[in-house]
């Protein structure tokens, strides 16, 4: 298990506690700036917490040697520059660091989710921003890792491969790895996720389930929006749509519209 406990970081975060377990698809969410990166970054062990603990199969994560903890934990950053000439088959191999002997079946595996073999021979500085993302992604599958820490892994992919990485990253928790994905999609949310965090100036204001969170008033609070989430008449799935909130409304700092669906 991944533990945050009592966590803070400069004045960006305060007060961080949750966990994060093998098998679980956890969606990180909140307003910009709210501090989801930089959450990102001290669980993943590459920012050093300014108070509290993180805690990775009850050792501090940073007691870690950078082979050990990428055997462990993959981060995928938000934005990545590279400067040097490498072949988006040299990055996807990179991932492989973390183990002595490369597995070419997780190689091959990950390079065909994140359909990427036509691309492989490309300079990785060539490549458009979803391009880019999905070689990037790639490369953290590549890992097999007990936990994925990716933060919004699908924001530059069309909606056709947002919904296939998303498909491969739920395929991924049931299979036993654990992943906090930081998402801007809130439908995404609904669809994929099991537990959602919901960050908000730095302090997780709900850590609960997808059913809890986003029909609860915190999230309207959170991005003033008008939130409605409902179950799909043909499937039963949940389903969420959202709209501005209207002036009155967020003045009287009042949520509408909020339905309680019969989706699971
Ligand atoms: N290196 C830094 N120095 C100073 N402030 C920083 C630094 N990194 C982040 N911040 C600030 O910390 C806050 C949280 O930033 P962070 O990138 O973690 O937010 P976020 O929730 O990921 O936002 P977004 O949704 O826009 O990606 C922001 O106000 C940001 O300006």
Redesign the pocket.
């Known amino acids: 298990m991944l533990t945050v406990t009592s966590m803070s970081y400069r004045s960006?975060l305060r007060d961080i506690t949750f966990s994060l377990q093998k098998g679980e698809f956890v969606a990180l969410i909140?307003?910009?700036?709210?501090?989801?990166?930089?959450?990102l970054q001290v669980a993943a062990g590459f920012l050093t917490p300014t108070a509290g603990t993180v805690q990775l199969a009850d050792r501090p994560i940073r007691s870690y040697r950078a082979k050990q903890r990428a055997a462990r934990i993959a981060y995928m950053p938000?934005t990545t520059v590279l400067d040097v000439p490498y072949t988006v088959s040299d990055i996807i191999h990179m991932g492989a660091y973390a183990h002595d002997h490369p597995d070419r079946a997780v190689i091959e595996r990950s390079i065909a989710r994140c359909n990427v073999e036509h691309l492989l021979h490309r300079d990785l500085r060539s490549l458009s921003g979803g391009e880019r993302q999905r070689a990037l992604l790639a490369k953290a599958l590549v890992q097999k890792a007990d936990y994925l820490l990716l933060?919004?892994p699908v924001s530059a992919l069309d909606i056709q491969h947002q919904l296939e990485i998303l498909t491969v990253l739920k395929s991924l928790s049931r299979d036993g790895q654990g992943l906090l994905v930081?998402i801007?999609h809130l439908e995404h949310v609904v669809t994929f996720a099991d537990r959602v965090i919901l960050?908000c100036d730095?302090q997780i204001t709900a850590d609960q389930t997808v059913r809890d969170v986003m029909t609860s008033r915190a999230l309207c609070d959170a991005f003033a929006v008008d939130v409605a989430v409902f179950a799909d008449p043909f499937t039963g799935e949940p389903r969420l749509s959202v709209a501005p909130q209207r002036k009155d409304e967020r003045e009287n700092r009042i949520c509408t519209r909020i339905e309680e669906g019969s989706f699971r």
């Open positions: 960006i909140g307003p910009n700036g709210a501090g989801k990166s930089t959450l938000q933060d919004e930081s801007h960050l730095g």
